[in-house]
């Protein structure tokens, strides 16, 4: 493998087309790596997949490679999977707390229904010994049944 360092952006059309296939043939090597420590790292993680021989080990037999690639492939694959396990208990609790406000709510709404209901009884006990009065009809029909 060749080692190309520029301290600045490098474009394949300025390189010779033999580097230019060798980078490509490289982070193609690399990506492929990559996804595979993924793969097994999060086996691993989530499923209690073990395997008997390190992961590290198993890439430089699996690709032919020393290890630079394999292990720099290890580290991302885990920075990405711790990654995307904190993003996922912070969308947790932001969830959890979103659905807690939301019961919050639901508990206060039924509450004010059952009142504006038995303000509503009440009315109806009143006309039904005729007691009511335009007031009471007016505050029954503006008020009561809007909110209900």
């Not at 790292?41 to 997949?49: A, D, N, Q, S, W």
């Not at 290890?74 to 969308?91: D, G, M, P, V, Y």
Request: proline share 1%; glycine share 2%.
């Amino acid at each position: 493998m060749k080692c190309l360092s520029y301290s600045n952006r490098f474009y394949y059309k300025e390189l010779s087309e033999e580097d230019a296939n060798c980078i490509k043939k490289d982070l193609i090597l690399y990506n492929s790596m990559l996804h595979t420590a993924y793969k097994k790292l999060y086996l691993t993680c989530f499923y209690g997949v073990k395997d008997e021989i390190s992961l590290g080990k198993q890439l430089k037999a699996k690709y032919g490679t020393n290890d630079y690639f394999p292990l720099s492939a290890i580290h991302e694959a885990r920075a990405l999977l711790k990654s995307k396990f904190e993003t996922n208990q912070r969308l947790k609790k932001a969830c959890t707390k979103r659905i807690e406000r939301i019961k919050e709510k639901i508990h206060k709404d039924n509450k004010s229904l059952q009142n504006w209901q038995k303000k509503k009884e009440q009315l109806i006990q009143k006309s039904k010994e005729h007691e009511t009065s335009k007031t009471d009809y007016l505050y029954e029909v503006q008020i009561v049944s809007p909110n209900i």
